[in-house]
């Protein structure tokens, strides 16, 4: 049997964060192959559902990846269900699933510790008449598995977001800390909606008239000189 814990924090302000996730989980030895110990154990993956008020950047991660700035342990991108469109609006947007592996593990006993950061973004939300601010909702993960060398008894799981260089156990027990928070997020007013649309007209009409007037003296000037070349 395994169980696991996750204790979720949001770092940062503004629309660029850092969702930070310290993870502990539980194994029984004695369902381990014979001869191995929790200290074989190589992997904690952790699946989450990203709502569609954010996004995380998968190019953004890889290059935090290749480049090690990862302050204490590597965050591998392992899945994305997508497509990931970064520059659509929340409205326009679909919640996605990531799921991200852990590969730097501190083992105490039968007790395995995972801690890792990953940037997360927030989408611009579409302006209310009513609201300042809407909330933006991080959950805790949906799921969570450990690679370890399991017995003859584990079921085998084939997960496209899980190396098949492993023998995966899924958490029967996941306890999350908190379960969700929510980010407050600013949005556009609607309170002048009219004045800026008659602002905006206005502009834009005027530019217009003021390049078709360019091009009728334009025009003109150019047939002047033709008549007086005659």
């Not at 850092?18 to 190589?42: F, M, P, R, Y």
């Not at 799981?157 to 996941?174: D, G, H, M, N, V």
């Not at 999350?176 to 600013?186: K, M, R, S």
């Not at 502009?203 to 070349?229: N, V």
């Amino acid at each position: 049997m395994v169980t696991a814990k996750v204790i979720t924090k949001v770092l940062g302000s503004g629309f660029h964060r850092q969702l930070e996730s310290h993870v502990q989980v539980s194994i029984h030895e004695e369902e381990l192959a014979q001869g191995s110990t929790a200290q074989d154990c190589k992997s904690i993956v952790v699946v989450d559902r990203i709502e569609r008020e954010i996004y995380i950047d998968l190019d953004e991660v890889e290059e935090q990846v290749r480049l090690k700035t990862q302050a204490v342990t590597p965050i591998e991108p392992v899945d994305f269900q997508g497509p990931i469109d970064i520059e659509r609006p929340s409205d326009a947007s679909k919640a996605h699933v990531v799921a991200r592996a852990i590969n730097s593990l501190k083992i105490q006993s039968n007790l395995l510790t995972a801690y890792g950061t990953v940037p997360i973004h927030l989408r611009y939300q579409k302006p209310s008449a009513l609201a300042t601010h809407l909330n933006a909702t991080i959950r805790g993960p949906q799921q969570v598995f450990v690679a370890c060398p399991w017995g003859s008894n584990t079921p085998r799981l084939k997960l496209p977001y899980l190396s098949r260089r492993f023998i995966w156990s899924e958490a029967t027990s996941l306890e999350l800390i908190p379960a969700q928070q929510n980010l407050a997020v600013p949005v556009g007013s609607l309170e002048h909606e009219l004045l800026v649309q008659t602002v905006s007209t206005f502009i834009t009409l005027f530019g217009a008239l003021i390049l078709l007037y360019f091009a009728w003296s334009t025009k003109k000037m150019a047939s002047s000189r033709k008549l007086h070349d005659e």
